[in-house]
């Protein structure tokens, strides 16, 4: 009796744990450019995220050959000469909410939230801070954020002859939609 008592203990341990985890794998990542002479947006539908509501921890990836630009040539450079994805395929961001107490997960709302961790592109790392909101609505857990990156922080190399198409600072959006584990 006493084993299976134990027994219980763990799965009910186990599964409480899991319930404070959310998860998504569809989640939406965009970028977007804005100079005189050309605009530039890219759109992925991929991306992938946990979010562990009772620490704040939050773990992020994306494949860069995922991201899908209008035309098509664009893609190809962005993928080939500036991202150069076969040798760095993924971004990745791994952080936490700063202020995970200020969102209920057990009731319906809107809540702003300051995230803050280590965000990995083109192999290079760097810390970033963001303002967020998540959004609860019964079992749903939607996240989004806002921030500006500066591909030259990253040694994402810009030719000359298209520096004046590509932004100094990109703006990233992130849409997540998280269900629960």
Do not use: W
């Not at 985890?21 to 965009?30: E, L, P, Q």
């Not at 700063?98 to 300051?114: M, P």
């Not at 192999?123 to 749903?140: M, N």
């Not at 040694?155 to 998280?178: C, F, M, S, W």
């Amino acid at each position: 009796m006493k084993k299976i008592f134990v027994l219980l203990l763990s799965v009910l341990s186990v599964y409480a744990a899991n319930a404070q985890k959310y998860i998504s794998k569809n989640g939406h990542v965009s970028f977007y450019s804005s100079t005189p002479i050309e605009n530039i947006e890219a759109n992925n539908n991929q991306a992938a995220s946990i979010l562990d509501a009772s620490t704040g921890e939050l773990v992020f990836n994306v494949l860069i050959k995922s991201f899908e630009f209008k035309n098509a040539l664009m893609q190809e450079h962005f993928n080939e000469n500036y991202m150069e994805s076969d040798k760095f395929p993924k971004a990745s961001f791994k952080g936490k909410i700063t202020n995970i107490s200020a969102v209920s997960f057990s009731k319906d709302g809107c809540y702003n939230v300051d995230v803050t961790g280590d965000l990995t592109i083109h192999g290079v790392t760097k810390p970033v801070t963001a303002k967020g909101s998540i959004s609860v609505k019964g079992e749903t857990v939607s996240a989004e954020s806002k921030f500006l990156v500066q591909p030259s922080d990253y040694n994402i190399q810009i030719p000359k002859l298209v520096e004046g198409k590509i932004a100094k600072q990109i703006e990233v959006r992130i849409d997540l939609t998280y269900s629960k584990m």
